[in-house]
């Protein structure tokens, strides 16, 4: 398929090699949401994430993961033995479950009427997908929402929340969320982050995935700015991240 660029939901700016944070979601009886805290990398060009930040809460995210295979709670239609993620706790071995994901949701899209075989990867009889977002935007829309009157109340309705609560408010599809998931500080300040950013995020973006982007020429990534610049202009917060994004666009001469 060659080299493709992304499009970054929250801000519509293209996704080349930038640094992002990618969202495992499963499909809901309301559509696709968040099940895990947010993992954090650089995208690949081909449409996943490499260089994969691995840290606890990533590592209990895959642990999870592979929890469920063992069990037999995680299907992966026709696995390919050349993208191995099974019992391995490592990047390669997350980056490999993530294609499996991806290619089946692609496959998913293009499936030939009359086939009732789904191509999607399975987890507790749940669909999966993921979403990427630019981690400079995430960042911003975090820090932005932070400092409102409904972020300081919803910092302090969740700093007192159980464990349950925050799960409960920050992600969606309970039974495959808690899955994925154990209470530790890292894991209470990546789930409040995203509980925020899901504030702001919800009423104007999807958590429906898109695997298969463009080529996107300078032009277009020029046209992108500017129209994210006027989309996003009563937040100030986040047009500097865009501004940011623009500066670093052209010094890599994109």
């Known amino acids: 398929m060659g080299l493709f660029h992304l499009l970054c939901p929250a801000s519509r700016l293209g996704i080349v090699t930038e640094e992002v944070v990618l969202v495992l979601v499963a499909q809901g009886d309301e559509g696709f949401a968040p099940v895990a805290p947010p ?40 696995p390919d033995p050349g993208n191995p993620f099974g019992a391995e706790l490592s990047p390669a071995g ?39 977002i ?3 935007i995430y960042d911003a829309v975090v820090d932005m929402v932070a400092e409102t009157a ?25 039974e ?24 702001w995020f919800d009423g104007r973006g999807s958590w429906s995935a898109v695997y298969v982007g463009d080529q996107y020429s300078k032009r277009d990534l020029r ?18 991240a865009v501004e940011a994004y623009e500066r670093d666009s052209l010094r890599l001469g994109l």
């Open 39 to 78: 993992i954090r990398g650089d995208y690949d060009t081909y449409g996943s994430i490499e260089g994969i930040d691995f840290g606890p809460v990533t590592e209990r995210i895959l642990a999870g993961l592979n929890e469920s295979w063992a069990k037999g709670d995680l299907l992966v239609p026709d």
């Open 94 to 132: 997350l980056r490999g479950l993530l294609e499996h994901v991806r290619q089946g949701g692609i496959l998913e899209s293009v499936r030939v009427e009359g086939v009732t075989a789904s191509a999607m990867v399975r987890m507790r009889g749940r669909s999966l997908g993921f979403v990427m």
């Open 134 to 136: 630019l981690a400079p």
């Open 150 to 174: 409904a972020g300081r109340a919803l910092e302090e309705r969740l700093d007192a929340a159980t464990f349950g609560a925050l799960v409960e408010a920050s992600l969606g599809v309970p």
């Open 176 to 199: 495959v969320a808690r899955t994925l998931v154990e209470e530790t500080s890292d894991t209470r300040s990546s789930l409040f982050q995203l509980a925020l950013f899901r504030s």
């Open 223 to 240: 046209a992108m700015v500017r129209q994210a610049k006027a989309e996003l202009a009563r937040w100030p917060e986040i047009v500097k």
